[in-house]
Nanobody, 125 residues
Framework: QVQLVESGGGVVQAGGSLRLSCAAS????????MGWFRQAPGKEREFVATISWNGGATVYADSVKGRFTISRDNTKKAVYLQMNSLKPEDTAAYYC??????????????????WGQGTQVTVSS
């Protein structure tokens, strides 16, 4: 089993920044595809960003491209999401997820085996 704990969420004004962190523990070597997803009230979960196992490739949803940056530290089994220029429509619960070992970037939630509990991000206008 793999456990994921997200942190860094909060309330911020539009235009502000937040940095989310996700720490993995358990049966993982820290060399898996990682992803961030989000879900707003009444909406489906949506893909936000993904990073390959070695950090060499990243993919972003069009809605966050140029504002969000995903990164990772395999020695710490951690993945991060730097969120800048936040908008009210970014308000959601954000979840990190673990994908296949030595995997490339993955956009589909079904490619991820383990999920965190989520951290709430609220952007006020």
């Amino acid at each position: 089993q793999v456990q994921l704990v997200e942190s860094g969420g909060g309330v911020v004004q539009a235009g502000g920044s937040l940095r989310l962190s996700c720490a993995a523990s358990g049966r993982t070597s820290g060399d898996n595809t990682m992803g961030w997803f989000r879900q707003a009230p009444g909406k489906e979960r949506e893909f936000v960003a993904t990073i390959s196992w070695n950090g060499g490739a990243t993919v972003y949803a069009d809605s966050v491209k140029g504002r969000f940056t995903i990164s990772r530290d395999n020695t710490k089994k951690a993945v991060y999401l730097q969120m800048n220029s936040l908008k009210p429509e970014d308000t959601a619960a954000y979840y990190c997820a673990v994908g296949p070992r030595y995997g490339d970037t993955r956009l589909a939630g079904t490619d991820y085996a383990y999920w965190g509990q989520g951290t709430q991000v609220t952007v006020s206008s």
